[in-house]
Nanobody, 122 residues
């Protein structure tokens, strides 16, 4: 079982910045595709950014140019740098880890963090 521990959430004013971190307990961190999701009240959870084992990152349009996902395999940590925050960014942010099977015929795995609250308000 892999544990994902998020940190870095909090209350910030519009236009401000936060950096979320997600530390993983697995020594196989480098083979995982890591993602950040968020869920606002009354809305479905949505994927906002992901980064694969080779460092290729994808961001949804609403956060492009403002948010940046990155990873440090040596520290087994994925980050989400969030700049120019808006009230619409208010949500619980979740870290996600997915890997394919390690051997042919094996099973892949997926894990979630507990979530961290981000509130953007003046």
């Amino acid at each position: 079982q892999v544990q994902l521990v998020e940190s870095g959430g909090g209350l910030v004013q519009p236009g401000g910045s936060l950096r979320l971190s997600c530390a993983a307990s697995t020594i196989l961190f480098s083979v995982y595709t890591m993602g950040w999701y968020r869920q606002a009240p009354g809305k479905q959870r949505e994927l906002i950014a992901s980064i694969d084992k080779d460092g290729r990152a994808v961001h949804i349009d609403s956060v492009k140019g403002r948010f940046t996902i990155s990873r440090d395999n040596a520290k087994r940590t994925v980050y989400l740098q969030m700049n120019t925050l808006k009230p619409d960014d208010t949500a619980v942010y979740y870290c996600n880890a997915v890997r394919p099977p390690l051997v042919p015929g094996g099973r892949g795995a997926e894990y979630w963090g507990q979530g961290t609250q981000v509130t953007v308000s003046s």
